[in-house]
């Protein structure tokens, strides 16, 4: 809700310029058109260079102004600048210098653009203080579809020895009637307010307080944040303004959702015991009208600090009625937090097993995979090996992002379900030969290695699995754990010497941590096993070579 509407604005007219385009090459394509001519058509705003935008730049010194011709200019500038091409100043002072002279266009669009072109060049030219009276003159005119544009523009280029003077505008524009203009000015006071004029922004505390009132919901959920900020440093007043706010009640989703937030702070600070009043609020909202503010009081009440079983029963109930969801985007929060509510809760869940099994087959992948991780942690032995085939059918379908839910649930399962050690580690080692990241694959070896620490019966088997993993292994800190491990776990096993030859290999191919690990490893191998000595002794003295 705080991102400037000018870059929305923008972004509308790139891609406005994108469909004229296609369809352009969609009329050529059927009259006959060649890959050439393509080539010839492309769109205006790639491979452009500095030099050529900022000559075509002094087309806005002309006395009889193209409004098209500039539109299209103007946007080719804030382009680059957004792409990260750099001027230096004396380029972005003369490129700015001559924006200002399209203020005299009467052309809205133009006009809009030239307001986000003073925000971007703010940054790097020089002077630009100079448009104050121009942008002060827009914010307090009659035109509202330049005003609430001015005020964030005039912001942006004010610096704090100048607040001051347009202190009467701010607080006026922060109370209007138009709800864009009111938005614009809050979101740039809170802005000012980060950039350290901190003590004028306070004083415009009355006009957040009005606009807190207003019936447009984002003028009423961006005063808050303003109020917010400025108070939050003192929790007495944070109290005060959550209590009352609590109790008169909002208008806004938003608003209320900003709220949850910060009372959830407050309770964190304080006793929740001694503040019973805002977990009532938290409750109450689960009864709202809005399906995002029900959602984020069932996700705050979640991630209080010591919550029991049974106070959390009232947002599993409204997360059970969100898995029927037909959004998918409801389904997929509902799930997700009460995959996080079985890591800690699993009985609470298992009322919603039904409703779970239902989203096995759900056409997002994701979704199935948080209910099927969910199903494993809050089910029964006798499930285990159904729901281990059923995400096996659609693992290559997933991100790694989901693969390691999916680690971490087979980890919960092992520590619930010892008999199901074999099954798991099977399942486990399957992934290890996939396809996958770094961040997926350490999650695979922490399991692994946390399944052998556990159970001695699945130890010589997990070792195996990492074994075979090492001799493919592209990732050099996997790699020396796993060489470390078996340094530990290979010489206490039946058949230490069945290790060795997984290790020397390492010491041929490898690079050096990973060499060094491994040296390491068949030392303790030497150490630990008679029978092994004069064998390891006989590959060290082939390291030193």
Sequence with gaps: PTCPQGFVFVGVLFCFSAIVHQSKMNILRGSGYKKDDEEAARSPFQNLEKSTVIQEARAFNDNILNAKKCTQILTKILYIINQGTTMNATEATETFFAITKLWQSKDVTLRRLVYLAVKEMAKIADDVIIVTSSLTKDMTGKEDQYRSSAIRALCVITDSTMVQAIERYMKQAIVDRNPSVSSAALISALHMFQHGNI????????????????????????????????????????????????????????????????????????????????????????????????????????????????????????????????????????????????????????????????????????????????????????????LMKQIASFMSEISDEFKTVVVEAIQSVCIKFPRKHHVLMNFLANMLREEGGFEYKKAIVNTVISIIEENTDVKEAGLAHLCEFIEDCEHVELATKILHLLGREGPRASKPYKYIRFIYNRVLLESAPVRAAAVTSLAKFGASCEELTASILVLLERCLL
């Design 199 to 386: 003590e004028i922004v306070k004083r415009w505390v009355n006009e957040a307080q009005e606009a807190v009132s207003s019936d447009h919901v984002m003028v009423q959920y961006h005063a808050m944040g303003l109020l917010y900020h400025i108070r939050k440093h003192d929790r007495l007043a944070v109290t005060k303004m959550v209590t009352k706010l609590t109790r008169s009640g909002l208008r806004s989703s938003y608003a209320y959702c900003f709220l949850i937030r910060v009372a959830c702070k407050v309770l964190e600070d304080e006793e929740r015991s001694s503040n019973s009043m805002l977990y009532d609020f938290l409750e109450s909202c689960l009864r709202h009208k809005s399906d995002m503010v029900v959602y984020e009081a069932a996700r705050t009440m979640v991630n209080l600090k010591n919550i029991t079983a049974r106070e959390l029963q009232p947002a599993v109930s409204v997360l059970q009625m969100f898995l029927g969801s037909p959004k998918s985007t409801t389904r997929f929060a509902a799930v997700k937090t009460l995959n996080r509510i079985a890591m800690l809760h699993p009985e609470v869940v298992t009322s919603c097993n039904v409703d779970l099994e239902n989203l096995i087959s759900d056409s997002n992948r994701s979704i199935a995979t948080l209910a099927i991780t969910t199903l494993l942690k809050t089910g029964n032995e006798s499930s285990v090996d159904r």
